[in-house]
C-alpha cells in the first residue's frame, strides 16, 4: 500500500531500464539491446492512458521499440535519448501544467535520483540501487520489469475509483 494520497496523481513518469524491463537484458550481435517487456504492465499503461492519466516515458535509451511499444499503448509523450532527466522532466510537468505534487516518478538507478527528488511520490522496484529505494517513496515488491508499473498503476486507479469500472477496463 502506497503511503501517498493518490487521487493527487496526475501524471506518471517511468524510466524503462530496470522499471519496465529487467535490468539484465540480451544484445543483439550489432549491440543493440534486446528488451523484454511485462504484458500487465502493458495492459494497466494503456488503461491509465484511456483514463485520462498522462503516463510518459523518460530515458537514456535510444532504441526505435522502445518507442514502438510504448507509442502502441497509447502514451504520446515517449522522451528517448535523454542524458540528464530532470530538465526533461521539469519540461514535461510544465508543458501539461502539472506541479510536482501531482506526478510519480518511477526510476531504478542513479540517474534518476534527481528526478525523484522533484516529484511528488519517488517509486522504485524492489531492485533497484539503494540510493533509489532510499529516496523512494514507495517501492514496489515487484523488480524492475516484473510488474512495477501495474503495481503502481493499479492502486492510483484503484485510489481514483478508475480501476474496472467500465467497459474499457475488459479490452485493449
Not at 31 to 39: F, H
Not at 49 to 61: E, F, M, Q, R, T
Request: proline share 6%; hydrophobic share 45%.
Amino acid at each position: 500500500m502506497i503511503d501517498y494520497d493518490l487521487t493527487k496523481i496526475k501524471g506518471i513518469v517511468f524510466d524503462v531500464d530496470g522499471v519496465l524491463s529487467p535490468t539484465v537484458i540480451p544484445m543483439y550481435p550489432d549491440g543493440e539491446p534486446m528488451r523484454m517487456v511485462n504484458v500487465k504492465d502493458g495492459y494497466a499503461m494503456q488503461l491509465a492512458v484511456k483514463k485520462g492519466l498522462l503516463i510518459a516515458i523518460l530515458s537514456g535509451a535510444r532504441t526505435r521499440a522502445v518507442q514502438v511499444r510504448f507509442e502502441n499503448l497509447g502514451v504520446s509523450d515517449v522522451l528517448l535519448g535523454v542524458p540528464v532527466k530532470l530538465p526533461v522532466f521539469e519540461q514535461w510537468m510544465a508543458s501539461h501544467g502539472l506541479k510536482a505534487e501531482q506526478v510519480a516518478y518511477v526510476g531504478d538507478d542513479i540517474p534518476d535520483l534527481q528526478v525523484m527528488h522533484a516529484a511528488g511520490l519517488a517509486v522504485a522496484p524492489a531492485d533497484a540501487a539503494p540510493e533509489v529505494r532510499q529516496a523512494a517513496g514507495y517501492v514496489s515488491p515487484c523488480q524492475g520489469g516484473y510488474g512495477v508499473a501495474r503495481d503502481l498503476l493499479e492502486q492510483v486507479m484503484r485510489a481514483q475509483g478508475l480501476w474496472l469500472d467500465d467497459h474499457h477496463a475488459f479490452g485493449w
